[in-house]
């Protein structure tokens, strides 16, 4: 088990097995040392658990929770990937995509969630790049989606 899993464990949080994407794309795209993790949703056992509209159906603090499920999914897809978190060197770049009702404008707080689990489980290596976007749907009503950039060790490090 990597350190990054038992720090989630810890945490509360089990990493589960990487699901397959429901539509046309690859889950992680590598170039060179970098990977680019496709918009992961808060799918648990393979079902979105969470539907609805941040600022109406979920709180900020619920958003939050859901924004960090989110980032254990993009962990799981990193882990089949490459066999082991501790390959991370760096996260780049956080993309987070906030299902919002009308008039809500506090995206950053809800990707917040995701950005201080990141920090919290790798330290200095976590902190990154982020954009927060207000959005007026997402894929199957999901109330948050989550893109990562990581750098990882190369080869033989």
Known sequence: MSIIESKLEK???????AKPPLFSYVPIVQYENLLFISGQLPRVDGTLKWKGKVGKDFT???A????????INSLSQIKQFTNNLDVIEKVVQLRGFVNSYSRFNQQPRVIDGA????????GEKGKHSRTAIGV?????DSPVEIELIVQIKESGD
């Open 136 to 140: 007026s749907e997402l894929p199957q």
């Open 11 to 17: 945490l509360g949080y089990q990493l589960p097995a």
């Open 60 to 62: 900020i603090e619920q």
């Open 115 to 122: 950005s201080n689990l990141l920090e919290e489980l790798l």
């Open 64 to 71: 939050q929770e859901i924004s960090r499920i989110c980032i």
